[in-house]
Nanobody, 115 residues
Framework: QVQLVESGGGLVQPGGSLRLSCTTS????????MGWYRQAPGKQRELVSS???????NYADSVKARFTISRDNAKNTVYLQMSSLKPEDTAVYYC?????????WGQGTQVIVSS
């Protein structure tokens, strides 16, 4: 079993930055593909970004060049650095861990981009 705990969400003005963190416990972090998803009110959950165990990254078109995903295997933590935030980035952001048939979710952290 893997436990994921997100942190770093909050209220930020348009154009601002936030860094989300997701710390895991209960398994070998380095083998997991880690991802950040988000769900805005009335919308489906969508993939924002992912990073493989080997460090390969993937981004949704809507966040490319603004968001950066990274991982620190020594700290069992994945990060999402978000810059140039827009109101449409407002959502609950969820951390995800995948390995083989196993997938785990965090409880989510709210990000609100508003002036």
């Amino acid at each position: 079993q893997v436990q994921l705990v997100e942190s770093g969400g909050g209220l930020v003005q348009p154009g601002g930055s936030l860094r989300l963190s997701c710390t895991t416990s209960g398994s070998v972090f380095s083998i997991y593909t880690m991802g950040w998803y988000r769900q805005a009110p009335g919308k489906q959950r969508e993939l924002v970004s992912s990073i493989s165990s080997g460090g390969s990254t993937n981004y949704a078109d809507s966040v490319k060049a603004r968001f950066t995903i990274s991982r620190d295997n020594a700290k069992n933590t994945v990060y999402l650095q978000m810059s140039s935030l827009k109101p449409e980035d407002t959502a609950v952001y969820y951390c995800n861990a995948k390995f083989s048939i196993h997938t785990y979710w965090g409880q989510g952290t709210q990000v609100i981009v508003s002036s």
